[in-house]
């Protein structure tokens, strides 16, 4: 088998792919119900203030608050309570010196007020109350416009949207919100060795079974794209050229694994006009990329190194997204050591401040994924990390 004369260095690859791209101009309106995760198209402006009216932010008495200055609890000052309401409505009384209106958390407050005593802070009989101690104005107060001012920018183009943006977005009166379209993502799974349900005499005899595509599949959800699976292809070089040739036309990326070597079955690539093939990361090397179509291993712990690396920032750049990566600060718990010239992507488990590496190698090992929560990177100028080495560590 012929091997890489040169590896192009992660970087020059990275940048190649990434000047290739162009963000996807699409956008969708979504109800809110239906936006969870996804990316914000453009930025949101807010139609109106919130809270819309001055509200109380407590139970109590809506007052003046320059009736209370000379209040003590040896000396209380004595308010007619001139009305009730309770959150929702509105009281048709102005609040005058010596008055005050009882009333509910978020209740509007009454014209002529400007502050909110706790309910707590006073003793009641009748209709009236007895004040024990000074308020200041605004106190327990939440004004017009102090959450969000009319006009504001509330969201920003390229943000991934949480529930709590949501919430923001229906608190402001929206119910739906305009998205980008989510990229339409090939996947081709290539290897006469593959299976793709369970039989133990046929993996007893040499045959794998395959999972590439469920979790390719569900990489490409994580990462703001739809899967178009096109199936399991044997290794023929018609039907694998038939595959890719369809994929390309039908979607906005393509992800092929198996064939990216040089074997006498790898004919993925020769389909291609790739601008690289073959770069530094362990695990991974041999992929390529050109033509908008990625072409993988055939190995899952180097298809998942090989997304991480370069897919799922192809699929940012599609849709434009901002902060994707949940990225912390790690101390090793141990020496991770490496080779000069490589870029090394190393699984690791991260809890409470701490980085441990899965030392089980090898591309084919998917459990080292499983008791994985996230990688550190090695470039290719280094030797590796020593023991309480402070690094950052990239949750997955």
Known sequence: MREFKRLTPYRDAFRMMMDDLREIPNAEEVSLTEALGRVLAEDVTSPTDSPPFDRSAVDGYA????????????????LRVVDEITAGEESGITVESGTAVKLMTGAK????????????????????????????????????????????????????????????????GFKTVNVKRKPRVGIIITGDELIEEFDEDA?????????????????????????????????????????????????????????SAFGDKDFAHRFVRLLFHGTTIKPGRPIGYGEKVFIMSGYPAAVFAQFHLYVKHALAKLVGVRDYEVKVYAQ??????????????????????????????????????????????????SEGYLKGDVVIAILY
Not at 154 to 163: D, H
Not at 336 to 350: D, H
């Open 63 to 78: 007052l003046r608050a320059e009736d209370t200055f000379p209040a003590r609890e040896y000396s209380p000052v004595e």
């Open 203 to 259: 993996l007893m005899s040499g045959k794998i079974m395959e999972s590439n595509s469920v979790m390719l599949m569900g990489l490409v959800r994580q990462y703001f794209g739809e899967p178009v699976f096109y199936g399991v292809v044997p290794d023929e070089e018609d039907v694998i050229r038939s595959a890719i040739e369809r994929a390309k036309r039908e979607c906005d990326l393509v992800l092929v694994t198996g064939g």
């Open 109 to 172: 407050l009454p014209e002529g007020a400007n502050a909110v005593i706790m309910q707590e802070m006073v003793e009641r009989e009748g209709d009236v109350i007895r004040v024990l101690r000074p308020v200041a104005p605004g106190q327990n107060v939440a004004f017009a416009g102090e959450d969000v001012n009319k006009g504001e920018v509330v969201l920003k183009k390229g943000q991934i949207l949480r529930p709590q943006d949501l919430a923001l977005l229906k608190s402001l």
């Open 332 to 381: 090793l718990t141990e020496r991770i050591p490496s080779q000069l010239g490589r870029y090394e992507f190393v699984k690791v488990y991260y809890e409470n401040g701490k980085a441990k590496a899965i030392r089980k190698k090898g591309s084919g090992i998917i459990s080292s994924l499983v008791k994985s929560n996230g990688y550190i990177v090695i470039p290719e100028d």
